[in-house]
């Protein structure tokens, strides 16, 4: 295969790696989201928190959560403009938009915040996983 | 090509299969729309509801848009974070989330329902069609 | 290759394609965007407007976004349910819906207007490019 056709399995791979990643998340099996991540994975979806290991996704997650607990809601992560840039050192640069679409009990489906992410992700055993994953939300980027 | 490699291909096969379908579909093209689907193919849309064959999709896609004659609407449905997994007997079984966009006269466009969809996906003289589509609402998740 | 893998993989490129260039219109680097087309390139976001030339597009893209001088936004532009036919000329015809998410102070994000889009796009020294892009809103295909 040429470069370009090896990046192009490389982006429908990406692709395929989030919608499973991100199904996990969506139905709340935390443990199965953060095994996405190597075992010294990074996650952070707000300036200033910072979540480390698989464990520490996992109690991250489950915190968050908890503002679910008298909201019932079903949230689904869309992901989009996906871009990736092999590096140096043999990881990936993911770079992608995102949005949570939000549906609760009477109301209609709804957005919410728009996000820029960005992964790192690396090759274990054959399998892609994030080594970090970094959210911002599009809001923070405005002045105040 | 590896296992890997087959899958990747597989699945912007099973993106384009997807976009050309509901192309079709918003555009009403309903007779072009069941032949993406196999001739005892089944489409649930609603729970309880099961249109099958070609002849019986496009009968109740013909029912279900009556709604609309006095409703002018462009509607585009949307798909996103695909999974893909090869079955034993050779199908595919494919895992995504759908909303449609709709818009109407002198409103901005707006987001219906947030679903889950489940395809199961054959091949038949070279090229991919629906044996089954079922899709389900997330607001049914959601206790009453 | 056989021609649906060459297809498949040539599906992953364009979206990619895609990815890389909107988000330099979501980043405001126009020339970076306008770069993205031939020499000759020619772009038409509303009916009537057409930009011709690189240096057209950049003019076009500076004219249109003064708008937002006064009114902080970050914008995301999405695509989905791409559709890639291959021409007799070599050239590919893309066909695709997009939709603008928006973030202002203080506001949730919000969806600007459903569109197809249309792109011929050409391989310039081994790179996609677009020789033109057409945008139609939706709401156009109402009657009025």
Do not use: K
């Not at 199965?32 to 996650?43: K, L, N, S, V």
């Not at 009990?105 to 892609?128: I, K, M, N």
């Amino acid at each position: 295969m040429t470069a370009t056709q090896d990046l192009t399995a490389l982006y429908a791979e990406v692709q395929h790696f989030h919608a499973r990643q991100m199904q996990l998340m969506d139905r709340r099996d935390f443990e199965a989201f953060a095994a996405t991540f190597t075992e010294d994975g990074e996650f952070s979806h707000t300036p200033g928190q910072l979540a480390r290991t698989r464990a520490g996704i996992v109690a991250e997650l489950r915190e968050f959560h908890r503002r679910f607990d008298d909201d019932p809601v079903v949230r689904r992560h869309w992901f989009d403009m996906l871009v990736v840039d092999p590096q140096q050192d043999g990881s990936l640069r993911a770079t992608f938009y995102a949005l949570v679409v939000d549906t609760r009990p009477g109301a209609g489906s709804r957005l919410g915040p728009s996000c820029l992410v960005t992964d790192v992700l690396v090759r274990v055993d054959g399998a892609l996983l994030n080594r970090s994953r970094q959210v911002r939300q599009d809001r923070l980027l405005l002045a105040p």
